[in-house]
T-cell receptor
Framework: GENVEQHPSTLSVQEGDSAVIKCTYS??????FPWYKQELGKRPQLIID?????GEKKDQRIAVTLNKTAKHFSLHITETQPEDSAVYFC?????????????FGKGTKLSVKP | DVKVTQSSRYLVKRTGEKVFLECVQD?????MFWYRQDPGLGLRLIYF???????EKGDIPEGYSVSREKKERFSLILESASTNQTSMYLC?????????????FGPGTRLTVL
């Protein structure tokens, strides 16, 4: 069945360093890949997304890259800050008439040490 | 500003009880979703609804049912709660009129079944 694999499950970096989280997806027809951030005790919120017709997208310190051939996409956070500490989820939109359903990865817990 | 609310933040029930989790959104979204979130398993889709009285099973529908009598409200029902349904339950909604629209999440209900 459709699947999204996310790695690593935990990631610890020093403040100011970069962090990279990687995801692979199984359905080659998926065309939308959002990333959600969930701070402790809060709801997941969209931080960036990318469509399949684009290879890279940036928003200040965060960027997402997509390799359709390899079916993987990555989140890059530069100059990490303590407030970046959270669980990050990647997702892929299911193809076909699926009403915008997303398949989520299992999450990456990012800890940024001051 | 989209607002998705859930009826309870914390709920404690006993095995065998019928449990209702309520979700309300105020942005006239057609699509609504119920997920459960467990450590190490990410967000897993239980059921979704693409319109009033319309519903489809997600990835883990066993033991659950849903009801959507009004566009703004989507209810998750545990017919006979079991201890393995102890989890965090998240509701979400999105605008189906846009192909790549964001899913907005509620704050979650942490359900404990004793």
């Amino acid at each position: 069945g459709e699947n999204v694999e996310q790695h690593p499950s935990t990631l610890s970096v020093q403040e100011g360093d970069s962090a990279v989280i990687k995801c692979t997806y199984s359905d080659s027809a998926s065309n939308y890949f959002p990333w959600y951030k969930q701070e402790l005790g809060k709801r997941p919120q969209l931080i960036i997304d990318i469509r399949s017709n684009v290879g890279e997208k940036k928003d200040q310190r965060i960027a997402v890259t997509l390799n359709k051939t390899a079916k993987h996409f990555s989140l890059h956070i530069t100059e990490t800050q303590p407030e970046d500490s959270a669980v990050y989820f990647c997702a892929a939109k299911r193809a076909g008439g699926s009403q915008g359903n997303l398949i989520f990865g299992k999450g990456t817990k990012l800890s940024v040490k001051p | 500003d989209v607002k998705v609310t859930q009826s309870s933040r914390y709920l404690v029930k006993r095995t065998g009880e019928k449990v209702f989790l309520e979700c309300v959104q105020d942005m006239d979204h057609e699509n609504m979703f119920w997920y459960r979130q467990d450590p190490g398993l990410g967000l897993r889709l239980i059921y979704f609804s693409y319109d009033v009285k319309m519903k489809e099973k997600g990835d883990i529908p066993e033991g659950y049912s849903v009801s959507r009598e009004k566009k703004e409200r989507f209810s998750l029902i545990l017919e006979s709660a079991s201890t393995n349904q102890t989890s965090m339950y998240l509701c979400a909604s999105r605008d189906s009129g846009r192909a790549y629209s964001e899913q907005f999440f509620g704050p979650g209900t942490r359900l404990t079944v004793l």
